[in-house]
């Protein structure tokens, strides 16, 4: 596909929008098919949308078709596939075969890596040899320890995950297959950072994403549960979603740690994409981003909708059989989604001091009103608020570490300097500025 340009209105401004060299489409196969009934899980409610259908499951000649869309309509020459869903282990080791078949027909000199996000319960030693031998990349959800993890991730039939999910991930060290965990931040999980952090560090990941959970309920009765901000005003957030500020601590007691002893040993995604925003580089994670519309979602039959999170009627882009991925990517629908993220943003965020990092995060979580009462801010705003102000120091030093090409690692190094100045200014009982660097005196900062 050529770098075309195309002008598009957008309220009352022309814009040049160029239509997407990459792009990726997260691909649930299986549709929101799972073993589990997650009481947070966004996607299994989603079966309400297709009542006559009785197997999920992504044809073969609609894989074929998604596949070679793929990778033919991206420009660039490395493609990542996303398997996700849903549980995608539920269908079974020759089914990925097969799409691994698929991709090879169609890859043209293209090189194809593979990421399988599963919630690891039905993992075997014929699934690590399969993930081995083609070089996947598994996600394994987990929320932390045994009793974090249980409260909320529970089979159908009511019975906790911990246990299968662990024997799933010494599978993975068995077969020493390259993993990263995916942990949710509930109401729960909120209140436990350090257990969580060191407990994933425990059972050996060394990348950690962490997902907030914010959900509305439809307050009568619907055929979905879990609504969109469209919905709003019948809507209430669940009692599963983290509290704002409780999410901010979150992220600040794990960074806290994180900076000082484990930076490039351990990867915790937030912390990385700030960085990243903070040197002004492209973060790589759309909630982060100035605009979505790169990232969408292809269901078991076909339906491409607009983002994984956005599997409404209203954002449907078209069947895979049908359309190809590029032309749903680049249409006007699509590019109209993806700048509604910048164009919505309420002035309260525009003349945020940290709107370079943050740029209102997801638009799905715009549902409250800032201080002057206009519409649109984000639900966790308290909470990054507090954890862009707490990195700030840290970020910064890293930022200029990275401009004179030296390792962002340094900055432990340098905490314990300042440490030990502290411990000094503390014996001598003097009224120092701050060693954090935020120009306030010590005893109202960190001296607290
Ligand atoms: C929908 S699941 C699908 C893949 C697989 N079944 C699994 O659990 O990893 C993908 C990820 O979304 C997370 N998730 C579920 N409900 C969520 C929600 N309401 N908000 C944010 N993430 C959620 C899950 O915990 C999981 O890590
Ligand atoms: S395992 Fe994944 S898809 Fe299944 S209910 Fe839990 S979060 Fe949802
Ligand atoms: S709506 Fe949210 S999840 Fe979807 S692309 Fe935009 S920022 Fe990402
Ligand atoms: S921190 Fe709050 S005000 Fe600032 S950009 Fe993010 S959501 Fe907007």
Known sequence: MKNQS?????????????????????????????????????????????????????????????????????????????????????????????????????????????????????????????????????GISIDGPEKLNDHYRRTKGGEPTFRKIMKGIELLHKHQVEFNTLSVVNDLTSQYPLEIYRFLKSIGSTFMQFIPIVECSATQDDNLKLVTEAYEKKAHVTEWSVDPEKYGEFLCAIFDEWVRNDVARYFVQIFDVTLA????????????????????????????????????????????????????????????????????????????????????????????????????????????????KYATPFMNYMAKELEKKRAPANVMQWIKQKESKKIAYNKLGRNDPCFCGSGLKYKKCHGK
Not at 93 to 102: G, M, R, T, W
Not at 297 to 312: F, L, M, P, R, T
């Open 277 to 388: 925003n903070w040197i002004g580089q492209s973060p790589g994670l759309c909630v982060f981003g100035d605009t979505c519309g790169r990232a969408a979602a292809i269901e078991h039959n076909g339906d491409v909708y607009s983002c994984d999170h956005y599997v409404y009627e209203n954002y449907y882009l078209g069947n895979v059989m049908d359309t190809s991925l590029g032309e749903m990517l680049a249409s006007q629908k699509q590019t109209d989604f993806g700048l509604a993220k910048r164009n919505s943003l309420p002035r309260y965020c525009l003349q945020c001091e940290y709107h370079f990092a943050c740029h209102g995060e997801c638009p799905k979580n715009r549902f409250i009103k800032t201080p002057d009462g206009q519409d649109g801010l984000n639900y966790l705003c308290k909470g990054y608020k507090m954890f862009f």
């Open 6 to 138: 195309k002008t598009i209105r957008f309220g009352d401004t022309h814009r040049h929008f160029p239509v997407p060299k990459t792009f990726s489409v997260i691909a649930k196969p299986i549709g929101p098919k799972c073993n589990l009934n997650c009481t947070y899980c966004y996607y299994l409610e989603k079966e309400n949308f297709y009542p006559d259908t009785t197997k999920f499951k992504l044809r073969e000649n609609a894989l074929e078709q998604f596949i070679k869309s793929y990778i033919q309509d991206q420009e660039a020459g490395h493609i990542t596939f996303a398997w996700q869903g849903g549980e995608p282990t539920m269908l079974g080791v020759d089914y990925f075969k097969k799409a691994l078949e698929l991709q090879k027909k169609y890859a043209n000199g293209k090189t194809i890596a593979n990421a399988f996000q599963t919630n690891g319960t039905y993992i075997t030693d014929e699934w690590c040899s399969f993930f081995k031998d083609n070089g996947f990349l598994v």
